[in-house]
């Protein structure tokens, strides 16, 4: 149903830009394969056109979590724990992270058009994002607090400077951060 106009016609109804959460779950019927984790140090490689979730998931070994290999977006949704108003907490925690990757170009990303990250911190989210996985492998204290939704960034910074040697290098380290709930 459209809006009326003072001229009598109607105009469609406003939709409102849905945004993508680059790590996302990948059980959504809207999710897509954002990217592969390769190497030892598991960087997310991006793929250059979407892949729908539901195409791959059957092809993921059995016993293998499919977010050990896989990268996952869909659709940022206002019921996600990272959520508050319009923005992302996640991203602004991640954002308190060293940067993934040293390079200054920005990767190729099929998402970036779309991604809440993107429209809300720009670069900064795209430098952090090679690094982050949407599950836990292995006990990180520093990536935990970084996927508590109850955490703030001055509460990372405060663990950061009080860390003895510092934040571990990102290189080689999963940062687990669940969003799209």
Do not use: K
Not at 36 to 52: H, I, N
Not at 131 to 140: G, L, P, S
């Amino acid at each position: 149903m459209g809006v009326a106009r003072r001229d009598g016609s109607e105009q469609a109804p406003e939709q409102v830009a849905v945004t993508w959460c680059p790590s996302g779950a990948a059980d959504r019927p809207e999710s897509q394969v954002l990217g592969v984790r390769s190497g030892q140090d598991g960087q997310v490689v991006y793929l250059e056109q979407p892949v729908a979730a539901a195409d791959v998931l059957g092809a993921v070994p059995a016993g293998i979590e499919p977010t050990r290999v896989l990268r996952f977006a869909s659709h940022c949704v206002s019921a996600c724990a990272h959520r508050r108003g319009n923005d992302c907490t996640l991203v602004e925690r991640v954002q308190t992270l060293p940067a993934a990757r040293e390079e200054r170009s920005v990767p190729r990303c099929h998402l970036r058009s779309r991604c809440q990250w993107w429209q809300q911190a720009g670069v900064s989210a795209c430098d952090r994002c090679p690094a982050v996985t949407t599950a836990t492998f292995r006990e990180d204290p520093l990536a935990t607090l970084v996927a508590d939704p109850a955490t703030t960034p001055e509460q990372l910074n405060a663990w950061i400077a009080a860390a003895p040697d510092g934040p571990e290098a990102p290189e080689g380290r999963e940062l687990p951060m669940r969003g799209s709930s």
